[in-house]
T-cell receptor
Framework: QKEVEQNSGPLSVPEGAIASLNCTYSDRVSQSFFWYRQYSGKSPELIMS????GDKEDGRFTAQLNKASQYVSLLIRDSQPSDSATYLC?????????FGTGTRLQVFP | SQTIHQWPATLVQPVGSPLSLECTVE??????LYWYRQAAGRGLQLLFY??????ISSEVPQNLSASRPQDRQFILSSKKLLLSDSGFYLC???????????FGEGSWLTVV
């Protein structure tokens, strides 16, 4: 099993809908989890971090962590075309941040 | 506030030529520094990380090397580039293990 796994997508949602992005991780990954957004040709930028079980909300974004099931998710409410990007999930393994391959999100008008 | 810069932004190099990418961080001291590579359509691959001056850990065998001559400077090098070295190279830093990583603008390398 890869340390951090994501479905590559694309995930297509209409404008205004909720986009749900999921990520699973192996036993080798623990502690902290991060969601990054990467526009085509650009470097990743941090959206949110989450360290504890449960939900964490920041504006239109909600991160969810379930350590028992070993998954992390990112919900984007009221999706906008400008949210179209690749979303990278990352977790910590022995002090290093390990990234999934990313899920491409397409929000269509 | 902290900033990270890397250069050059884009370069096209022939096979067998040398490479030097440079990265500097400002506004912090003793950061952890990282070099990642992202091949077309692929995920981020950790190449090197450094927890201090002269301390370099390599994650994957390759013809690349890294050096940290100063606390906030990180350099990625190669003596002879291969076609497979093409990709998007990202320098990154954080303030300690488990903390948020921040990326530089990235360097696009095309080996021809």
């Amino acid at each position: 099993q890869k340390e951090v796994e994501q479905n590559s997508g694309p995930l297509s949602v209409p404008e205004g809908a909720i986009a749900s992005l999921n990520c699973t991780y192996s036993d080798r990954v623990s502690q902290s989890f991060f969601w990054y957004r990467q526009y085509s040709g650009k470097s990743p930028e941090l959206i949110m971090s989450i360290y504890s079980n449960g939900d964490k909300e920041d504006g239109r974004f909600t991160a969810q962590l379930n350590k028992a099931s070993q998954y992390v998710s990112l919900l984007i409410r009221d999706s906008q075309p400008s949210d179209s990007a690749t979303y990278l999930c990352a977790g910590v393994n022995t002090d290093k941040l390990i990234f999934g391959t990313g899920t491409r999100l397409q929000v269509f008008p | 506030s902290q900033t990270i810069h890397q250069w050059p932004a884009t370069l096209v190099q022939p096979v067998g030529s040398p490479l030097s990418l440079e990265c500097t961080v400002e506004g912090t001291s003793n950061p952890n520094l990282y070099w990642y590579r992202q091949a077309a359509g692929r995920g981020l691959q950790l190449l090197f990380y450094s927890v201090g001056i002269g301390q370099i850990s390599s994650e994957v065998p390759q013809n690349l090397s890294a050096s940290r001559p100063q606390d906030r400077q990180f350099i990625l090098s190669s003596k002879k580039l291969l076609l497979s070295d093409s990709g998007f190279y990202l320098c990154a830093w954080d303030s300690g293990s488990g903390n948020t990583i921040y990326f530089g603008e990235g360097s696009w390398l095309t080996v021809v």
